[in-house]
């Protein structure tokens, strides 16, 4: 559903209510990576570490700036164990990383350090999650 609302940008005669939208969120100061509803591009690259079940997320760094945080303290790390992750597919992941930084999916550009291969599982925190600074 996110990503329908976006893909109505193609149509010609909605420009205005995009540009409307958009210009509003500017107004109100929203605090965005890039403002919804005006087409921009927004980079990103996601740092993962091998375990034994798949690939571990352990940055999302945009503009040199790792925006991956702990987002519920009950999952905190600790010397007792290790971090409790479920198995994402790449898209599901990348589907779910949109949502939360407001981009539009084929609007954001995924890089993985090291390379994924196509068949690998992403091993993502639970509790963790993108947020804006």
Known sequence: MFDDVFELQKFGQLKASFDFVAETLIGAHGDFYVVPGKGHTLSV???TEKE???RRITGV?????NVFTLRDPE??????GPTL???VTRDDFEAELAKELVVPQRLLQVRYTPPLESDETL????GWGVSKR
Request: hydrophobic share 25%.
């Open 45 to 47: 690259s996601v740092v």
């Open 123 to 126: 091993r993502h925190p639970y």
């Open 52 to 54: 034994k079940r798949g």
């Open 85 to 87: 992750t479920r198995g």
């Open 75 to 80: 999952y905190a790390e600790d010397e007792e």
């Open 61 to 65: 760094f945009i503009d040199t700036v």
